[in-house]
T-cell receptor, first 113, second 114 residues
């Protein structure tokens, strides 16, 4: 069975500081990996996705993620955080676009000015 | 280009009642998936519809049922509502048969069972 672990429930960073959100997955084959962001009371917005190829993936809003098969990880990074990045971030794994997604429990990002 | 549209946005129901939630997929998409997101949790997969049939189902009881119409829109029905059914219900659409395609999520329907 596929699963996702996001070890950090809540992270606080200062505006302008760098950010790394951790994601570990469990999946028996080559995974399809996603990062989504959710603002309070809103749906999910796709930040980036990895299916194959280059293990460093660029996304929207200046985010990037690196797929490391040996560590079963897909960590999300941003070099300089903006106050508007405060939100809930979800990592998800799937078997393909016709398959269900399994989400982690999310990491709440707080940004201090 | 309209994204995924869900209605209603908020709903309050009494325990034991039945509810129907609606979803219109993004233009050009033919597959609809439903997720339940309880407060403080990640979304959990309920089921997926393609070609008007349920293709996959998550670990949800038969009280949860769905339908997809010829125009690809979808409904989620929940019978005999329980307090634990209170959650944000998200609809996601995608395009089957296109490799490496992603999902587009709607803003959700907030269901409160009292």
């Amino acid at each position: 069975a596929q699963s996702v672990t996001q070890p950090d429930i809540h992270i606080t960073v200062s505006e302008g500081a760098s950010l790394e959100l951790r994601c570990n997955y469990s999946y028996g084959a080559t995974p399809y990996l996603f990062w989504y962001v959710q603002s309070p009371g809103q749906g999910l917005q796709l930040l980036l996705k990895y299916f194959s190829g280059d293990t460093l993936v660029q996304g929207i809003k200046g985010f990037e993620a690196e797929f490391k098969r040996s560590q079963s990880s897909f960590n999300l990074r941003k070099p300089s955080v903006h106050w508007s990045d405060a939100a809930e971030y979800f990592c998800a794994v799937g078997a393909g676009t016709a398959s269900k997604l399994t989400f982690g429990t999310g990491t709440r990002l707080q940004v201090t000015l | 280009d309209a994204g995924v549209t869900q209605s209603p946005t908020h709903l309050i129901k009494t325990r034991g009642q039945q509810v129907t939630l609606r979803c219109s997929p993004k233009s050009g998409h033919d597959t609809v998936s439903w997720y339940q997101q309880a407060l403080g949790q990640g979304p959990q997969f309920i089921f997926q519809y393609y070609e008007e049939e349920e293709r996959q189902r998550g670990n949800f009881p038969d009280r949860f049922s769905g339908h997809q119409f010829p125009n690809y829109s979808s409904e989620l029905n929940v019978n005999a509502l329980l307090l634990g059914d209170s959650a944000l219900y998200l609809c996601a659409s995608s395009l089957a048969g296109v490799p490496n395609y992603g999902y587009t999520f709607g803003s959700g329907t907030r269901l409160t069972v009292v």
